[in-house]
């Protein structure tokens, strides 16, 4: 079975994914990128994450074509595709649609830097990418333009996107946005939260760099939530 190793870990981080509450039933899709064959394992579309298994878990080019599954793939490959032909540093791709994103997704409202963990998607503020149609190339093209330099995006009125150099990395992020993301909406329940402006999260972005218990120069990113 191709790539056998990544195809059980989307399984274990599927169910991990749906009983933390950061998607609900079918809804969501997790890829892990091997640049070496140059391919993708994406889950499946449509299976709940409790009844996946390994063999479920399709692997497919960038480009869309099917080499080893007899499942179809997640609607979303394209989304995913794209983030790895656009960050060629990434190695795996988290799309949830948690709650607290999915609120401030639907108000257009990136997430901002109210709390310092944000640092996590390498950027001051995490963007919303402008609506498109779930499983469209114009989807994809979309977050493509917006998420930049950053590692994370939200999508209007849908979810938000998670790229890291491996699976627990971009499921850290995912999980740090979600959090990032309540924090702010329960701030703006309240009054107007105190954004950290750009000097002080320059500082954090740097600390970051050396965060956890990572060997120097291994190209592990550690997440603040994972």
Not at 4 to 10: A, G, H, L, Q, T
Not at 49 to 63: A, K, R
Not at 160 to 188: D, H, I
Request: aromatic share 8%.
């Amino acid at each position: 079975m191709l790539m056998e190793k990544e195809r059980i870990e989307i399984v274990e981080y599927g169910k991990k994914m749906s009983s933390s509450g950061l998607t609900k039933g079918t809804a969501g899709n997790i890829s892990i990128y091997d640049p070496t064959t140059g391919y993708m394992a994406i889950s499946p579309s449509g299976i709940g994450y409790d009844e996946t298994y390994p063999e479920d878990v399709v692997i497919m080019t960038l480009d869309g074509t099917v080499v080893d599954g007899d499942k179809k793939p997640s609607s979303e490959h394209d989304l995913h595709s794209a983030m790895y032909k656009s960050k060629p540093e990434i190695r795996s791709v988290v799309h949830t649609h948690s709650m607290y994103c999915v609120v401030l997704s639907c108000l257009n409202m990136p997430l901002k830097s109210v709390h310092y963990a944000l640092a996590d998607a390498g950027t001051f503020e995490v963007p919303v990418a402008p609506y498109c149609t779930y499983g469209t190339p114009e989807l994809a093209e979309a977050v493509k333009e917006t998420i930049g330099k950053g590692n994370a995006a939200l999508m209007a009125n849908h979810g938000m996107l998670a790229c890291g150099t491996s699976l627990k990395s971009a499921y850290g992020l995912a999980s740090t946005c979600e959090w990032v993301a309540e924090v702010q909406w329960r701030c703006m329940s309240v009054g107007t939260p105190n954004i950290l402006n750009d000097e002080q999260m320059s500082v954090v972005l740097e600390k970051f760099k050396g965060y956890g218990q990572a060997t120097k120069g291994n190209g592990e990113v550690k997440s603040y939530f994972g």
